[in-house]
């Protein structure tokens, strides 16, 4: 079955520089949530996306945009990266809200030098 | 939000029965749990959901209680491969997030 797909895998950036990050949600899924996880820390909401509008926000940083394109595919845009957001990167999706399972991609590592 | 509370790790050997207790008093009506099982460097995996009594599927069974303030994970004959950590959640049918604690680190030793 096909599932969430995230790009790049790995990705390598200087401070002060831009990132994006793509997300593919599973087929005919209209929900996407990304969430960041550094080393050794437990994953963190940053932001998501039903049928192309914000829904929820979390703990993003104003330096972080993100939204969900009309064949439900989402950017997560970092500018003016800090070496702090060095994490891994996932993205999840869904049908519809909460209730509903959420299927996780396998991430994209983000490293900050 | 209601908060989940699991222990921080648990112990077990090959072939036994793994139960994970998590603790969410303030659970509202329309609140699901949900466990994941997340290896290193890997996406989170669903394992199971429910909203009460029992359910089971074929990796786990999730047993809630009349009051739904507490939710077991068990896990029948555990392998070296169930080495993970398992997160319990509150996924609420209007929301659009699920909100991570801090999940139990289950080792499973030879």
New interface residues.
């Given amino acids: 079955a096909a599932g969430v797909i995230q790009s790049p895998r790995h990705l390598i950036k200087e401070k002060r520089e831009t990132a994006t990050l793509k997300c593919y949600p599973i087929p005919r899924h209209d929900t996407v949530y990304w969430y960041q996880q550094g080393p050794g820390q437990d994953p963190q909401f940053l932001i998501s996306f039903y049928e192309k509008m914000q829904s929820d926000k979390g703990s993003i940083p104003d330096r972080f945009s993100a939204q969900q394109f009309s064949d439900y595919h989402s950017e997560l845009n970092m500018s003016s990266l800090e070496l702090g957001d060095s994490a891994l990167y996932f993205c999840a999706s869904s049908l519809g809200q909460g209730g509903n399972t959420i299927y996780f991609g396998e991430g994209s590592w983000l490293t900050v030098v | 939000l209601a908060k989940t509370t699991q222990p921080i790790s648990m112990d077990s050997y090959e072939g036994q029965e793994v139960n994970i207790t998590c603790s969410h008093n303030n659970i509202a009506t ?1 609140d ?1 749990i ?1 466990w ?1 099982q997340q290896f290193p ?6 394992i199971i ?1 429910g909203y009460k009594t029992k359910v089971t599927n074929e990796v786990a069974s999730l047993f809630i209680p009349a009051d739904r303030k507490s939710s077991t994970l068990s896990l029948p004959r555990v392998s070296l491969s169930d080495t993970a950590v398992y ?1 319990c959640l509150l ?13 139990t680190r289950l080792l499973v030793r030879p």
């Fill in positions: 329309n699901y949900t994941y460097s890997q996406g989170p995996r669903f959901q997160y996924d609420v049918d209007s929301s659009y997030k699920l909100i991570f604690g801090s999940g």
